[in-house]
Antibody, heavy 120, light 110 residues
Framework: QLQLQESGPGLVKPSETLSLTCTLS??????????WGWIRQPPGKGLEWIGS???????YYNPSLTGRVTTSIDTSKNQFSLKLFSVTAADTGVYYC????????????WGQGTLVTVSS | QSALTQPASVSGSPGQSITISCTGT?????????VSWYQQHPGKAPKLMIY???KRPSGVFDRFSGSKSGNTASLTISGLQAEDEADYYC??????????FGGGTKLTVL
């Protein structure tokens, strides 16, 4: 059974870097058909796609966040990660990691989500 | 990349049918047959209900159906049940492996 689990600090100070990791089980992060994505949801608001990465190293980001976000893969730990730089209160929300089985294939497996609050 | 437009709320009585619309542009909904719908209960992760406009993942009841006309996609739920009460989000491929979501619709089962 494919499972994803987010982890990382629940509190980040403004202007600092938000770092999250998604640990996989039941599937290899090096799966050639799988793309690994990040989606966030501000409190009481809708979903926003942040970006996706393929084990080949290809990355794709929401144009509104390009320049502030990077993603990476650690095959030794079967994980992928998100870094969001220079955060503000507007970056507060629940962050989900998810899989999509191809660049045009939608998100079929999701983690449970982790709440990140940006506050001093 | 603007969010897709969904009604803020819809409601229906048990047994009835409801439809939720999702309006985009020719650069997303209208340009690709890669529209999906997700169901989200409070405090839970989204669950995929429809993909590629009208396909249902294994385990999703056939009471849920999807369609598209031009730049607008629709999710129809027939035979409404109490457990269908949730938030629903559409999403669309927008090219170059990028995605956009709708603002979400709160479904109330009266």
């Amino acid at each position: 059974q494919l499972q994803l689990q987010e982890s990382g600090p629940g509190l980040v100070k403004p202007s600092e870097t938000l770092s999250l990791t998604c640990t996989l089980s039941g599937v290899s992060v090096s799966s050639s058909i799988s793309y690994w994505g990040w989606i966030r949801q501000p409190p009481g608001k809708g979903l926003e796609w942040i970006g996706s990465i393929h084990y080949s190293g290809s990355t794709y980001y929401n144009p509104s966040l390009t320049g502030r976000v990077t993603t990476s893969i650690d095959t030794s730990k079967n994980q992928f990660s998100l870094k969001l730089f220079s955060v503000t209160a507007a970056d507060t929300g629940v962050y989900y990691c998810a899989r999509h089985a191809g660049p045009t294939t939608t998100f079929d497996y999701w983690g449970q989500g982790t709440l990140v609050t940006v506050s001093s | 990349q603007s969010a897709l437009t969904q009604p803020a709320s819809v409601s229906g009585s048990p047994g009835q049918s409801i439809t939720i619309s999702c309006t985009g542009t020719s650069s997303d909904v209208g340009g690709y047959n890669f529209v999906s719908w997700y169901q989200q209960h409070p405090g839970k992760a989204p669950k995929l209900m429809i993909y590629d406009v009208s396909k249902r993942p294994s385990g999703v009841f056939d009471r849920f159906s999807g369609s598209k006309s031009g730049n607008t996609a629709s999710l129809t739920i027939s035979g409404l049940q109490a457990e269908d009460e949730a938030d629903y989000y559409c999403s669309s491929y927008t090219g170059s492996a990028t995605w956009v979501f709708g603002g979400g619709t709160k479904l109330t089962v009266l």
